[in-house]
T-cell receptor, first 113, second 117 residues
């Protein structure tokens, strides 16, 4: 069965410092992996996706993630945090052939001035 | 930029009542989904819909739930007899291609917060 584990429920960084949000996955087949972001009172927005092409995936707003099969990880990074990055981030794996998504519990990112 | 819309943004209903949550997916999309997020918990898949029929559903999606695409634009989720535990944020999503498509992306609406009292 497919699953994702987000290792931190809350991450706090200072503006201008790097961001690391950790995600490990479990999959019985080659997964498609996604990171979604949810700002307060907004819908879920796709940041980036991995679908068996390049293992280093670049997304919007300077975020990127690296698919590491040996570590079953798909951590999200950004070199320099901005105040507008404060939001909840979800690591997601495809759940089946019909494209239903399986979400992690989410990591709330706080950015201090 | 096209977006998925959902109405209402907040629905309050009494236990046992029927509710219909409405979604307008992006106009040329073919695959439609409902998810829910109980407060403090994960976003959970409910159902997927393609070619006017359910293509997959989770254990949560029991006989109390139904989905419909009554016209060319709306996609609805009906809960026949609401329970307290149905209180959650419900998200609609749509995508143009199936998972095998190279540009696969699910676009989510802002959600409907359902409160059952």
């Amino acid at each position: 069965a497919q699953s994702v584990t987000q290792l931190d429920s809350h991450v706090s960084v200072s503006e201008g410092t790097p961001v690391l949000l950790r995600c490990n996955y479990s999959s019985s087949y080659s997964p498609s992996l996604f990171w979604y972001v949810q700002h307060p009172n907004k819908g879920l927005q796709l940041l980036l996706k991995y679908t068996s092409a390049a293992t280093l995936v670049k997304g919007i707003n300077g975020f990127e993630a690296e698919f590491k099969k040996s570590e079953t990880s798909f951590h999200l990074t950004k070199p320099s945090a901005h105040m507008s990055d404060a939001a909840e981030y979800f690591c997601v794996v495809n759940g089946g052939s019909q494209g239903n998504l399986i979400f992690g519990k989410g990591t709330k990112l706080s950015v201090k001035p | 930029e096209p977006e998925v819309t959902q109405t209402p943004s907040h629905q309050v209903t009494q236990m046992g009542q029927e509710v219909i949550l409405r979604c307008v997916p992006i106009s040329n999309h073919l695959y439609f989904y409902w998810y829910r997020q109980i407060l403090g918990q994960k976003v959970e898949f409910l159902v997927s819909f393609y070619n006017n029929e359910i293509s997959e559903k989770s254990e949560i999606f029991d006989d109390q739930f139904s989905v419909e695409r009554p016209d060319g634009s709306n996609f609805t989720l009906k809960i026949r007899s609401t329970k307290l535990e149905d209180s959650a944020m419900y998200f609609c999503a749509s995508t143009l291609e199936g998972l095998a498509g190279g540009t696969y992306e699910q676009y989510f609406g802002p959600g409907t917060r359902l409160t059952v009292t």
